[in-house]
């Protein structure tokens, strides 16, 4: 998710790797990500930035399969898990919630008043963060 050309890299190590070793690769879909608040509105605003203007490829999990299978590995199984996040300092930590709620005001993507409820009432109730983690197993 933070490289500039997904497809190159993955050519890279197609290049790297010798005849019928098996790879592993994992990325997150941070377009799935959900954030459970009363302020439905902000969530949505705060997960739309987040996968637009914070994440370099925000959407590379969905995509690694098929661009695997362009850099010329053989796709053998593709799996979704959802990490759920049920403690708010791990997922700030995780998540970046506080960090990317803060760039997003200062880029005026967000009302401060109503970011900063967003993220205070996060911390004082029950807490709910998610997001798909896809998982590709494929050989060389």
């Known amino acids: 998710m933070h490289v500039a050309d997904p497809?190159?890299?993955l050519a890279q190590l197609r290049t790297a790797t010798r005849h019928g070793a098996l790879i592993g690769l994992a990325e997150p879909d941070w377009d799935t990500?959900?954030?459970?608040?009363?302020?439905?509105?902000?969530?949505?605003?705060?997960?739309r930035y987040t996968a637009s203007e914070v994440v370099r490829n925000a959407t590379i999990g969905?995509?690694?399969?098929?661009?695997a299978s362009r850099a010329?590995?053989?796709?053998?199984?593709?799996?979704?898990?959802?990490?759920?996040?049920?403690?708010?300092?791990?997922?700030?930590?995780?998540?970046?919630?506080?960090?990317?709620?803060?760039?997003?005001i200062e880029e005026g993507?967000?009302?401060?008043?109503?970011?900063?409820?967003?993220?205070?009432?996060?911390?004082?109730g029950p807490f709910f963060a998610s997001f798909t983690l896809v998982s590709v197993v494929c050989s060389r």
């Open 109 to 124: 993507r967000i009302d401060a008043a109503r970011g900063r409820q967003w993220f205070t009432s996060l911390s004082e």
């Open 7 to 9: 497809e190159d890299v």
């Open 33 to 47: 990500l959900v954030v459970d608040a009363e302020d439905l509105d902000t969530s949505r605003a705060f997960t």
């Open 72 to 104: 010329g590995f053989a796709v053998e199984a593709v799996l979704a898990t959802t990490p759920v996040f049920r403690d708010f300092a791990d997922a700030d930590h995780m998540l970046g919630l506080g960090r990317n709620m803060q760039r997003a």
């Open 62 to 67: 969905r995509s690694l399969a098929r661009h």
